[in-house]
């Protein structure tokens, strides 16, 4: 029998120490070390050339056969837009998210839309009955006939049940409600969710199927578990979103097999999650017209330009110390902008408060949207509207340079496609705009000519 032997994992990072410790010395994280009790196995001594040669042998780059059919279409092109055209066969998928945001549901979705496409689907719950998981069904209008649901926690009849039926799809939901017989920690810890993870992927890669899971996530966003997590799945995607907002963004932070910047939007409605096919135009609607302090922007999220309405307030207040709230863009850039406008436009902002917002309750962190962010304050700040057909995108710097920024053709057919007729943009850029019908391009290279060709001041 194996000795036992007690050791601390941190929760956070899954270092591992003899003895207890306040502070984990590999991630930094306070009162995180938890004590385990796992088993010291002896080292094997049977020489690795005698325990499966054949398959570890190496194989020459042109002796390898890939198979013809190795993506397999979800039918929902914002998921097959975000997975680089579908899901690849054998492929181990993490989908972490807040709870309530809708993980659940896009994973039930994703079942009639494979089931109807005469895929097995096997949909397995640790924290559902089959019951439960069926109302949710109905509520979302899944009724195929190829769907199997299971509850269970135990990872050796989950692998059991997995090598029977044999299906297309695997869909855990969540992996740490799932334990191991063989390990003595509690479900959820460090341990319990690195060995289910391996399991399921020597699962996935052995028998060619394809295994998503779901992984919860803490108070600071990050998914719950060791990082080696992250680093054993073949994809890793985020659903992000206000739970009280309508929008949902699903983000592919890691992806073997495509690309990792590209994004899908989707509306939370009462039957499920509807596809956003044109982010733009449900962006904007219901823009308000000709009022102080909105600016439209365009953003780049992989190969999609998305339009967004920028907003700003810049109040005036009678206390020492102003207030800056940022919404949807990151804080300490709006706090950036507002020091260049001080500085390189002169506008006294230091007795105002300035609260800048992306509509939709979107989050964007790229810095092309700088320059709108810029002009929006600044029009709240001199209550002066902007014209509604105006589209402002550029990169500003601390000196006020307005810096180019990547795909500007894009953005500026995006915008003559939904109606814009000017374009505030970088003057590097311009240079190198391809005539565009329909909509006139200025070019600015410092945020005081930008400022003048708004008319804001």
């Given at each position: 029998?194996?000795?036992?032997?007690?050791?601390?994992?941190?929760?956070?990072?899954?270092?591992?120490?003899?003895?207890?410790?306040?502070?984990?010395?590999?991630?930094?994280?306070?009162?995180?070390?938890?004590?385990?009790?796992?088993?010291?196995?002896?080292?094997?001594?049977?020489?690795?050339?005698?325990?499966?040669?054949?398959?570890?042998?190496?194989?020459?780059?042109?002796?390898?056969?890939?198979?013809?059919?190795?993506?397999?279409?979800?039918g929902?092109?914002?998921?097959?837009?975000?997975?680089?055209g579908g899901?690849?066969?054998?492929?181990?998928?993490?989908?972490g998210?807040?709870?309530?945001?809708?993980?659940?549901?896009?994973?039930?979705?994703?079942?009639?839309?494979?089931?109807?496409?005469?895929?097995?689907?096997?949909?397995?719950?640790?924290?559902?009955?089959v019951?439960?998981?069926?109302?949710?069904?109905?509520?979302?209008?899944?009724?195929?006939?190829?769907?199997?649901?299971?509850?269970?926690?135990?990872?050796?009849?989950?692998?059991?049940?997995?090598?029977?039926?044999?299906?297309?799809?695997?869909?855990?939901?969540?992996?740490?409600?799932?334990y191991?017989?063989?390990?003595?920690?509690?479900?959820?810890?460090?341990?319990?969710?690195?060995?289910?993870?391996?399991?399921?992927?020597n699962?996935?890669?052995?028998?060619?199927?394809?295994?998503?899971?779901?992984g919860?996530?803490?108070?600071?966003?990050?998914?719950?578990?060791?990082?080696?997590?992250?680093?054993?799945?073949?994809?890793?995607?985020?659903?992000?979103?206000?739970?009280?907002?309508?929008?949902?963004?699903?983000?592919?932070?890691?992806?073997?097999?495509?690309?990792?910047?590209?994004?899908?939007?989707?509306?939370?409605?009462?039957?499920g999650?509807?596809?956003?096919?044109?982010?733009?135009e449900?962006?904007?609607a219901?823009?308000?017209?000709?009022?102080?302090?909105?600016?439209?922007?365009?953003?780049?999220?992989?190969?999609?330009?998305?339009?967004?309405?920028?907003?700003?307030?810049a109040?005036?207040?009678?206390?020492?110390?102003?207030?800056?709230?940022?919404?949807g863009?990151?804080?300490?850039?709006?706090?950036?902008?507002?020091?260049?406008?001080?500085k390189?436009?002169?506008?006294?902002?230091?007795?105002?408060?300035?609260?800048?917002?992306?509509?939709?309750?979107?989050?964007?962190?790229?810095?092309?949207?700088?320059?709108?962010?810029?002009?929006?304050?600044?029009?709240?700040?001199?209550?002066?509207?902007?014209?509604?057909?105006?589209?402002?995108?550029?990169?500003?710097?601390?000196?006020?340079?307005?810096?180019?920024?990547?795909?500007?053709?894009?953005?500026?057919?995006?915008?003559?496609?939904?109606?814009?007729?000017?374009?505030?943009?970088p003057?590097?850029?311009?240079?190198?705009?391809?005539?565009?019908?329909?909509?006139?391009?200025?070019?600015?290279?410092?945020?005081?000519?930008?400022?003048?060709?708004?008319?804001?001041?």
């Open positions: 029998m194996a000795k036992l032997k007690q050791v601390y994992i941190c929760q956070e990072c899954g270092y591992e120490s003899g003895k207890w410790m306040g502070k984990c010395p590999s991630c930094n994280e306070w009162g995180s070390l938890v004590e385990e009790v796992v088993e010291a196995k002896k080292p094997s001594l049977t020489a690795p050339s005698s325990r499966g040669a054949a398959s570890s042998a190496p194989v020459k780059l042109r002796d390898v056969k890939i198979e013809n059919e190795t993506r397999t279409t979800t929902m092109k914002e998921l097959d837009r975000v997975l680089g899901i690849v066969k054998g492929s181990l998928i993490l989908v998210g807040d709870p309530g945001i809708g993980k659940s549901t896009l994973l039930l979705q994703i079942c009639e839309e494979l089931g109807n496409q005469n895929r097995q689907v096997l949909y397995i719950s640790g924290e559902e009955s019951a439960q998981i069926k109302m949710r069904g109905e509520r979302l209008n899944v009724h195929t006939e190829n769907l199997n649901l299971l509850a269970e926690t135990n990872m050796s009849f989950i692998e059991a049940h997995i090598k029977n039926t044999k299906p297309d799809l695997v869909i855990l939901d969540s992996i740490q409600t799932v191991c017989d063989d390990i003595t920690s509690a479900p959820g810890s460090v341990s319990q969710v690195r060995e289910a993870t391996h399991k399921l992927m699962l996935g890669k052995g028998y060619g199927i394809t295994i998503m899971i779901v919860h996530v803490t108070k600071e966003g990050a998914l719950a578990g060791p990082r080696v997590l992250e680093h054993m799945v073949d994809t890793v995607l985020y659903f992000e979103g206000e739970r009280h907002a309508s929008f949902r963004i699903l983000r592919a932070v890691k992806n073997r097999f495509g690309s990792t910047n590209e994004i899908g939007v989707f509306e939370m409605q009462d039957v999650l509807k596809e956003v096919l044109n982010p733009s449900i962006m904007l219901g823009r308000p017209m000709d009022v102080a302090g909105s600016l439209v922007s365009c953003s780049l999220e992989g190969t999609r330009p998305m339009l967004i309405e920028v907003q700003a307030l109040s005036f207040t009678s206390f020492g110390m102003p207030r800056r709230t940022a919404t863009i990151d804080y300490n850039r709006m706090v950036i902008l507002i020091a260049v406008l001080e390189r436009a002169g506008l006294d902002m230091g007795n105002y408060d300035v609260y800048v917002n992306l509509a939709g309750g979107m989050r964007i962190n790229e810095p092309s949207l700088d320059l709108a962010a810029a002009l929006a304050i600044a029009s709240s700040f001199r209550n002066t509207p902007i014209d509604p057909h105006t589209v402002v995108f550029g990169e500003v710097g601390l000196t006020g340079e307005i810096r180019g920024v990547a795909m500007a053709e894009k953005r500026v057919v995006e915008a003559a496609k939904l109606g814009f007729k000017t374009c505030i943009m003057k590097a850029n311009v240079e190198k705009l391809p005539f565009i019908k329909g909509i006139k391009v200025i070019g600015v290279s410092h945020i005081g000519e930008a400022l003048e060709v708004i008319t804001v001041r």
